[in-house]
């Protein structure tokens, strides 16, 4: 069973920026895609971004909702078995519980059909 482990969320004020990270460990698939998605209070949780990870078609592809395009980067190490999401240009309606998750591909992550998640953690951006 693998593990997902968000950290990084936080106070921001608007136009700010965050990186969260997404610490994978345990039994990982090795084709498979990591993405992020995020839960505002009263809204249905939302797919933000994905990467494709060991897909030897589509290595490294990445996904992005039209409303975080340009403002958000979605990258991985290897190494670290780290999936992380740096945030720019942070409005108030990015607040939300982000959660990381793994999916058995690409499309499937960008589909919103994941198969483990992480415990979440929140972003909070006000001034």
């Known amino acids: 069973q693998v593990q997902l482990v968000e950290s990084g969320g936080g106070l921001v004020q608007p136009g700010g920026s965050l990186r969260l990270s997404c610490a994978v460990s345990g039994f990982i698939l090795d084709s498979h895609a990591i993405g992020w998605f995020r839960q505002a209070p009263g809204k249905e949780r939302e797919g933000v971004s994905c990467i494709s990870v060991n897909d030897k078609r589509i290595d490294g592809a990445t996904y992005y909702r039209d409303s975080v395009q340009g403002r958000f980067t979605i990258s991985r190490d290897d190494a670290r078995n780290t999936v992380y999401l740096q945030m720019n240009s942070l409005k108030p309606d990015d607040t939300a519980i982000y959660y990381c998750?793994?999916?058995?591909?690409?499309?499937?992550?960008?589909?919103?059909?994941?198969?483990?998640w992480g415990q979440g953690t929140l972003v909070n951006v006000s001034s």
């Open positions: 998750a793994e999916a058995s591909s690409f499309h499937s992550c960008a589909w919103g059909y994941v198969e483990v």
